[in-house]
């Protein structure tokens, strides 16, 4: 069993940044982050593996990246230029795959997770 712990959700102006973290209690390998807005169903975001291979969405490429700590089993995903539509409750989940391809993120499901965190919200406002 694995336990994921997310932080450093917030409020902030479009255009803004921040960053958030994913504690795991163990050894991890592929890690990603979704994110579900009200009323929509949970879609990924970013996807990163041991070897820091990354997938991340259309939807974010450019303004989004995701990398890790493996010393401290921490996934972060940093988050600049956020705009309104990215407003949602953000997850972090240990994905049932071993390795991550540029493809990963625009096919993942949720029932490629294996372990999910509680989440933690970002709020963009206008």
């Known amino acids: 069993q694995v336990q994921l712990q997310e932080s450093g959700g917030g409020s902030v102006q479009s255009g803004g940044s921040l960053k958030l973290s994913c504690a795991a209690s163990?050894?991890?390998?592929?890690m990603a982050w979704f994110r579900q807005a009200p009323g929509r169903g949970r879609e990924g975001v970013a996807a990163?593996?041991?070897?820091?291979?990354?997938s991340v969405a259309d939807s974010v490429k450019g303004r989004f990246t995701i990398s890790r700590d493996n010393t401290k089993n921490t996934v972060y995903l940093q988050m600049n230029n956020l705009k309104p539509e990215d407003t949602a409750m953000y997850y972090c989940?240990?994905?049932?795959?071993?390795?991550?391809?540029?493809?990963?993120?625009?096919?993942?499901?949720?029932?490629?997770?294996?372990?999910w965190g509680q989440g933690t919200q970002v709020t963009v406002s206008s």
């Open positions: 990163i593996d041991i070897d820091d291979s990354t």
């Open positions: 163990g050894d991890t390998r592929c």
């Open positions: 989940a240990m994905l049932k795959t071993a390795f991550v391809t540029p493809h990963t993120v625009p096919t993942m499901k949720e029932s490629d997770a294996a372990y």
